[in-house]
Each structure stands twice: as structure tokens, then as C-alpha cells.
């Protein structure tokens, strides 16, 4: 009984089941190549967001002393205006 076994095309259920298998199957090969390449790319991620968390955080410092030195250094000045304004010289 060829009609059980065949479509129109004349394959046969097993000849069109061993194609999608095949399709299946390289799918899931390119599948694990590109997710491979996905988690090579996060651990590169990862480990470039990291230097920069710490590039960050010594910037910050930085900015942090010198905005200090900064306000010390206006405070000064201030103070000498204000005593200028204060007390206007003769």
C-alpha cells in the first residue's frame, strides 16, 4: 500500500521525519555555537563593567577630595570679602 506510506511528493513518513530530525539537529548545533558565543560575551561584559565600577569609584574619590579642597579654599574667600565688606579699609 504505497498511499499509507507516501505523500504527493512521494517520500516517504520516515524519509519526511529523518528530514526534520536533520533540520532539528542543525538548529541546535547553531544554537549551542551562538549561545556559546553569548556567554563568552557576557564574561567579557562582566569583566569590563567591573574595571569600570572601580575606575568609577576612584574617580569619584578624586572628585570628592578635590570638591573639599575646593569648598576650603572658597570658604577663605569668603571669609576675606566678608571682612573686607565688613570692615572697608580708611
Not at 547553531?30 to 563568552?40: A, D, I, P
Not at 567579557?44 to 565600577?53: G, I, N, W
Not at 569648598?71 to 572697608?88: H, K, Q
Request: charged share 30%; no cysteine.
Amino acid at each position: 500500500m504505497p498511499g499509507t506510506h507516501e505523500n504527493g511528493s512521494g517520500e516517504s513518513r520516515l524519509d519526511r521525519l529523518e528530514g526534520l530530525m536533520a533540520l532539528l539537529i542543525d538548529d541546535h548545533v547553531q544554537f549551542r555555537e551562538e549561545h556559546k558565543l553569548l556567554l563568552s560575551a557576557q564574561v567579557v561584559l562582566t569583566e569590563r563593567v567591573d574595571k569600570l565600577a572601580i575606575t568609577l569609584d576612584t574617580a569619584i574619590k578624586e572628585l570628592s577630595t578635590v570638591q573639599r579642597q575646593t569648598d576650603e579654599r572658597l570658604n577663605a574667600l569668603i571669609a576675606v570679602v566678608d571682612d573686607i565688606v565688613r570692615r572697608p579699609p580708611q
